[in-house]
C-alpha cells in the first residue's frame, strides 16, 4: 500500500525511524520488500535522479507498482532523493511520487530558499510532500561530491527560519554524517546536539538524516578478502540511530550499506564459482541477503513490528 511520507511520518515521529532504502534494479526492489515484510516494518522506497537514468524512470515505477500488487501487505512511501528542480517537477507532475526531495544546499542561503519555495508550492498544489536540505554532507553519491572541507553542520537558527520561509515538510540536516562508505576516521560521530537545537526551534518538525549507513566492518573484510580494496572505510555507528529518532529524526537514509553487500556477494560467488555465467543463481542469493539485511536495519531504527498499527492506524 502505497501511502504519503507525511503519514509515515505522523505515525513515527519520536518513536522510531523509517528506514529510507533506494533501489536501482528487480533484485534490490525484491530484496527489500521481502525484508520489510520480514521485520514487519513500513519503510520509505527511494528513486535517486541516477537511478532514474540507469535503465528508465518508467521501468522502476513500474517495478514498484508490480511490487506493490506481490506484496499487499506492505505500507510504504514513494520518495525521489537528491533531485534538482527540473527532476522534483517531473516526479510531481506524474502523480506517482509521494514526496520530493529538493537538494539545493549547494546553494547560497537566500537561493536555497528560493529555490526549495519554488518546489513547495508546486508540489503542494499536488498534494506531495518536500523534503530539504540545510548543510552540506561531506562524500560522494553518484553526482554530488563534496570536500570534507566544504561540509558544514546545520545551523539551527538558520534551520527555523528555512523552514517557516519555504514551508517545507521535512528537513535534512548536516549532524556529521557523510555520503560514500568512507565516512568517518577515529572515534567521530553524530552531532545530537544539533538535532536538539532545531527541535527546540521547531518542536514536531520532521528531520531527515543522509549519509547514515554504518559500512559493516564484516562486510568490508569479506570484500576485501574476496579481491577488493575498500581500505578505511567506515560508517555510522547504528546504535546513534534510535537516539536520533526520539530526538525527530523520522527518516534515515540507507544506500551504500546496500551496494556492499551487493559487492560482497558477487565478489563471493564468482571467487567460489568461476565456471558460472548465469546471472540467476547469484541474483537470488543476493535477493535474500539483502532482504536480512534490510530486517537487521529495521531492527535498528526501531521500525520493526510497527506495520500492523500502522496499518490500522492509517486505515482509520
Not at 215 to 234: M, S
Request: aromatic residues 8%; glycine residues 8%.
Amino acid at each position: 500500500m502505497i501511502v504519503t511520507t507525511k503519514q509515515l511520518f505522523e505515525q513515527a515521529y519520536g518513536k522510531y525511524a523509517l528506514g529510507a532504502y533506494n533501489i536501482n534494479n528487480a533484485e534490490q526492489t525484491m530484496g527489500l520488500f521481502r525484508g520489510n515484510l520480514q521485520s514487519r516494518a513500513p519503510f520509505i522506497l527511494q528513486i535517486s535522479k541516477g537511478a532514474r537514468s540507469y535503465t528508465n524512470k518508467l521501468m522502476l515505477e513500474a517495478m514498484i507498482r508490480a511490487a506493490n500488487e506481490i506484496f499487499p501487505e506492505a505500507v510504504f512511501a514513494v520518495h525521489l532523493d537528491h533531485g534538482d528542480e527540473e527532476t522534483c517537477y517531473d516526479c510531481i507532475d506524474s502523480g506517482f511520487y509521494s514526496s520530493v526531495m529538493i537538494d539545493a544546499s549547494h546553494e547560497p542561503f537566500e537561493e536555497n530558499i528560493a529555490i526549495t519555495k519554488r518546489v513547495v508550492e508546486r508540489a503542494h498544489a499536488k498534494g506531495v510532500s518536500v523534503e530539504a536540505e540545510l548543510g552540506q554532507l561531506g562524500g560522494v553519491e553518484e553526482d554530488i561530491s563534496v570536500d570534507e572541507e566544504k561540509a558544514r553542520l546545520t545551523d539551527p537558527e538558520q534551520a527555523a527560519e528555512f523552514i517557516e520561509r519555504t514551508g517545507c515538510d521535512s528537513l535534512a540536516c548536516a549532524i556529521g554524517t557523510s555520503h560514500g562508505a568512507f565516512k568517518f576516521s577515529g572515534k567521530q560521530g553524530l552531532h545530537f546536539e544539533v538535532i536538539e537545537a532545531i527541535q527546540k526551534l521547531v518542536p514536531g518538525f520532521p528531520l531527515v538524516l543522509h549519509g547514515s549507513s554504518s559500512v559493516p566492518q564484516e562486510e568490508i573484510d569479506r570484500i576485501n578478502a574476496a579481491g577488493g580494496a575498500l581500505k578505511g572505510a567506515k560508517g555510522v555507528d547504528p546504535a546513534q540511530y534510535l537516539p536520533a529518532a526520539r530526538l525527530g529524526v523520522c527518516k534515515i537514509n540507507i544506500d551504500t550499506d546496500g551496494r556492499l553487500v551487493w559487492t560482497r556477494v558477487h565478489r563471493e560467488f564468482f571467487r567460489d564459482h568461476p565456471e558460472v555465467y548465469d546471472f540467476r543463481p547469484i541474483g537470488k542469493i543476493f535477493m535474500e541477503e539483502y532482504a536480512k539485511f534490510i530486517a537487521s536495519r529495521n531492527e535498528l531504527l526501531g521500525s520493526a513490528g510497527r506495520l500492523d498499527e500502522v496499518r490500522a492506524a492509517l486505515s482509520k
